[in-house]
């Protein structure tokens, strides 16, 4: 798995170590990590998921012991407010459909595209996404499924800002998130984010099954 274009290895990160902690932890949590301090994320990351004692981290950080387990508190924190409970009928239904319309734009099929998706949704695609540059919105059910039909192949349901919604990372590589807007058990809106900035303001976390 290569690491998501999006997380900025400008910090001094291990590219090698990130793409083994994408494998460990999954692609939306480590884009969640991507979020923290270099010095938070390693504490986090060799205590919570690695079980390092915090006199095990300090020098690897350069810190004491003390401030290695505050960095970890602090991530952990961060780390969880990302995530939200799934129990709701709510939540189960939209999960549902969107796991519905994932299949339908995988298989290409059209038909039932159509009937998860409102007559007039609305796709509002993102320019820093180069194929779509020159339709940055479509409208309507018929050109929005024309658009995902056979596509999102590499395509997961993830949580975005706490509601359900795609990661499209075909190969682990990160092409653009979709946050859908949901009314009456239709999608109504679609929004792609495609540029780095941008989707590394958003809250993202991996799902229960």
Do not use: C, Y
């Amino acid at each position: 798995m290569t690491v998501p274009e999006p997380i900025n290895h400008q910090d001094g990160s291990d590219p090698e170590h990130e793409a083994l902690l994408a494998d460990s932890v999954g692609l939306a949590m480590l884009m969640v990590l991507g979020n923290l301090s270099p010095a938070e994320r390693i504490a986090f990351v060799l205590h919570d998921i690695f079980d390092l004692s915090f006199s095990e981290i300090a020098p690897i950080i350069g810190r004491n012991e003390v401030a290695a387990r505050q960095l970890a508190s602090r991530a952990r924190h961060r780390v969880q407010g990302a995530k939200v409970t799934a129990d709701s009928e709510e939540f189960k239904r939209k999960r549902e459909l969107i796991d519905a319309f994932l299949a339908a734009s995988r298989s290409g099929d059209f038909e039932k595209l159509l009937t998860v998706l409102d007559p007039d949704v609305v796709l509002r695609q993102d320019p820093a996404f180069p194929p779509v540059k020159a339709w940055p919105v479509v409208h309507g059910a018929e050109a929005v499924a024309k658009g995902f039909a056979g596509r999102a192949q590499g395509a997961r349901p993830v949580l975005v800002n706490g509601s359900v919604g795609a990661v499209v990372a075909p190969r682990g590589q990160l092409l653009f998130v979709l946050e859908f807007k949901i009314m009456d058990g239709k999608i109504t809106e679609i929004d792609m984010v495609a540029d780095p900035a941008r989707v590394r303001q958003l809250d993202l976390a991996e799902m229960k099954e």
